[in-house]
């Protein structure tokens, strides 16, 4: 019996650490602090009560019961992690499975240290397994967190290929685990496999680390293109403006002469029509103003300008008074993107060209809603659309800043329009 007691209490730190573990690790949750941390710790007691019944049932042997205790864990914790995190699945195994393979570590780690094996528990060993799982919580808040939150949050492609690496190493070391509980000694050839397989497991994450910076990388050089060819869109709208502005000095004293030829021969309806369609031509030459904010204002102009030009229709409804709780930076880049998108969508399409443009404010929710003509073949991934022929960064960038503000943002396409409605909240 004291070996079964030894065993739970065994359970029950690893347990208590899974829960302060997930709670950690729960950079983007669904739900409230409180409520998380509930749910997990709702989680653990459910655990450890099976674990207690599976002990004094005796229904495993004791190998086989550390086996599907460990299992069952894994599945168990991963499962309500999911269900928490408001992040894509594949994220999540990848840091579960990265989070289980630290476990494994110090799970073999205790064992060759005090060498003990399947799982038998001692004041040695509970120490240790608590001293060593405290050093890595400290590490990991102070070190890791933010870069992980930034990473997880920032990579919008190329994470299945970095979870199904985790998932495999994850597997491979889960393995240790099982022939630790078979062991008799820790013999030289078994440590030197130990050493080497985390050696190995080291490399990967390192590998994997790096290779999320430069998917990150990527996207951020894309995105400074975006805002470059934004630019080269502002500037020619400011020489246009300029040339106009320079016709209107040159053109102004022929307009004088010909509003004087009114005057004189007391034509003065026709002074006002020729003045009037003069304010109306010298309107068109110039921008429009969309809007008061003056970020906003220069984005849509310069796509606006460039869908006319490439013969789209344009209609634009903007009604909003107040989003200074909203960084400019986010809106051009999701106006930027939007707009690029629906340019683009409406050049594959056939017939009619059409784009219609809404950004108004529903109380401190500041929405856009934007429709445009597009093929009948655009394909969705998980609500996502994902093109064929180019990769759909627009998409990620507007889903990456519509998740600073707590917001969201949906895709949809019926009859040959895509609808992008995009809600943050100021």
């Known amino acids: 019996m004291d070996a079964v007691r030894n065993a739970l209490v065994t359970n029950g730190i690893n347990i208590l650490f899974h829960v302060i573990w997930f709670v950690c690790m729960t950079i983007e949750p669904k739900y409230s602090r409180k409520k998380t941390v509930f749910i997990f710790a709702a989680t653990g007691v459910l655990f450890q009560i099976l674990e207690i019944w599976l002990s004094y049932t005796g229904i495993l042997s004791r190998r086989l019961y550390y086996g599907v205790s460990y299992i069952l864990g894994a599945i168990t914790f991963g499962a309500v992690y999911i269900f928490c995190v408001n992040i894509r699945p594949s994220k999540s195994v990848f840091l579960i499975s990265a989070y289980y393979c630290l476990w494994t570590f110090i799970y073999n780690m205790t064992s060759i240290v005090t060498n003990s094996f399947a799982g038998a528990g001692n004041v040695r060993i509970w120490l240790l397994r608590i001293g060593l799982n405290l050093f890595f919580l400290i590490l990991y808040q102070f070190y890791y967190k933010k870069r992980i939150r930034l990473l997880c949050h920032d990579i919008k492609s190329g994470d299945r290929t970095v979870t199904a690496l985790s998932f495999l190493t994850f597997y491979m070391v889960t393995i240790l685990v099982f022939v630790d509980n078979k062991q008799r000694s820790h013999s030289s050839l078994y440590l030197y496999i130990l050493i080497s397989v985390y050696i190995f497991v080291v490399v990967v994450y390192v590998v994997l680390f790096r290779f999320m910076g430069r998917l990150n990388h990527e996207w951020e050089l894309k995105q400074m293109q975006l805002h470059e060819r934004l630019l080269l869109e502002q500037i020619d709208s400011y020489e246009e403006g300029e040339r106009n502005a320079r016709q209107t000095r040159h053109d102004f004293r022929h307009h004088n002469i010909v509003v004087a030829e009114f005057v004189r021969n007391k034509d003065y309806q026709g002074a006002l029509d020729y003045l009037q369609e003069y304010e109306k031509e010298e309107e068109e030459k110039y921008n429009r103003t969309f809007c008061s904010n003056h970020a906003v204002d220069h984005v849509l102009s310069a796509y606006v300008k460039r869908a006319e030009r490439r013969g789209i229709e344009v209609k634009t409804d ?19 993107n939007i707009m690029e998108n629906a340019i683009n969508g409406c050049m594959q399409a056939r017939g009619k060209r059409y784009l219609e443009l809404l950004i108004t404010q529903k109380g401190k929710k500041f929405v856009i809603v934007c429709k445009n003509t597009c093929t009948s073949d655009i394909l969705f991934e998980n609500g996502i659309p994902k093109n064929k022929s180019r990769d759909s960064i627009g998409v990620e960038s507007i889903l990456r ?16 329009i895509f609808t992008c409605r995009v809600v943050l909240c100021n």
């Open 318 to 336: 903007i009604r909003f008074w107040d989003a200074s709780g909203i960084s400019d930076v986010v809106l051009v880049s999701i106006l930027a």
């Open 401 to 416: 800043s519509v998740g600073k503000y707590s917001g969201n943002a949906d895709f949809s396409a019926e009859d040959g």
